[in-house]
């Protein structure tokens, strides 16, 4: 089976063509390196493994490359942490709704006239920005009060985009919203300004990226974001992989959502901690608590009892297993300043 994945540079999508090609998927990646520029990959001489420079707004080029493909995972999309829904908050809804014009548009024609037979869409749990019910399930999103950030409203309208093909052309599709992706991988953007937290910029506006570098850059006391009491749900980058490869595959994921997350909640301050004492075991805790920013959601929660019973998906890696792989690589980036 052949899959086209866009935004095939970013972080998530590393972990996915990676599970892809180990389970015997043809994968062509498209991206137009603006995130990160040119940046390598373990599997970039896989032989099932094609990757093209271009832009997922060019929809000729996707219809081109989804010929032969029955598979599309439309992962293309302006991202980035925290700060980047208070700087690009024009630019987020604008760039990401015309990459998914560009992508339905492409799909719902293959699907018409080529062998493609599912889009499958990677939203964000920022479509629960607001949400009202904890553990938050799936459906919450059309009960809750709508996303206040930029970003949030777009990957729900994203969601909106597939239930529109849908119904109108019959394209089928599934839509997986990822909690809180953690792993390795992860560079420091081309675009955006330097913003401080204590002495030390931030890195990329990610928890745990930033929280490392600083403590490994010795800030003491460790600034914080906020109260540290914000809840999230830490899931490592293979786990999610393998919970996406499972949505695309199974019949029963046709036309229907799925939260991908671990079941374990964290809050900001454990993590810190947790952080803190792994990189200076001998040395007491103390941190500082900054301002946080506008959109720093307070508590996210994910349902995950539908991918469990409908996948088989169930997150395996737990956080300080995690830690042990990130860590040592921030290490590695800071020192070589890809950090």
């Not at 180990?22 to 099932?48: A, M, Q, R």
């Not at 420091?188 to 990329?204: E, F, H, P, Q, V």
């Not at 993590?271 to 075991?281: G, K």
Request: glycine share 8%; hydrophobic share 40%.
């Amino acid at each position: 089976m052949k899959i086209l994945v866009t935004g095939a540079q970013g972080f998530i999508a590393g972990y996915l063509i990676e599970d892809l090609l180990n389970h015997g998927w043809e994968v062509t990646g498209l991206d137009n390196l603006s995130k990160y520029g040119e940046i390598s990959k373990s599997y970039d001489h896989h032989p099932h493994y094609r990757f093209v420079k271009g832009d997922a707004k060019d929809t000729a080029l996707l219809k081109e490359l989804l010929v032969g493909h029955e598979h599309f995972v439309a992962a293309a999309a302006m991202i980035g942490g925290i700060a980047y829904f208070h700087e690009f908050a024009y630019d987020l809804i604008a760039e990401n709704e015309r990459i998914c014009a560009s992508s339905y548009d492409a799909a719902i024609w293959a699907y018409k006239n080529a062998r493609l037979k599912k889009i499958t869409v990677i939203s964000s749990s920022m479509v629960f920005e607001n949400a009202t019910q904890f553990p938050t399930p799936e459906g919450h999103q059309a009960q809750c009060p709508p996303p206040s950030s930029t970003y949030g409203f777009q990957k729900l309208s994203s969601e909106y985009f597939a239930k529109g093909a849908w119904e109108q052309y019959q394209l089928p599709y599934t839509i997986v919203r990822p909690f809180n992706c953690i792993g390795i991988g992860e560079k420091k953007a081309l675009k955006g300004k330097d913003i401080k937290s204590g002495d030390i910029k931030l890195a990329l506006s990610h928890v745990i990226t930033d929280l490392v570098q600083k403590t490994i850059k010795d800030q003491a006391p460790l600034h914080i974001l906020g109260n540290g009491q914000q809840i999230r749900h830490y899931t490592y980058g293979g786990d999610l992989a393998q919970g996406i490869r499972l949505a695309i595959e199974k019949d029963e994921a046709l036309c229907n959502d799925f939260n991908l997350s671990t079941d374990v909640a964290t809050n900001v301050l454990e993590l810190a901690n947790l952080i803190w004492t792994r990189i200076n075991p001998h040395r007491p805790f103390e941190y500082i608590c900054d301002e946080p920013f506008t959109y720093d959601v307070q508590k996210r929660m994910p349902d995950t009892h539908k991918a469990k019973k409908i996948l088989g998906f169930q997150a395996q890696t737990s956080l300080e297993e995690a830690l042990d792989e990130i860590i040592p690589w921030i290490k590695k980036q800071v020192e070589t300043g890809g950090i």
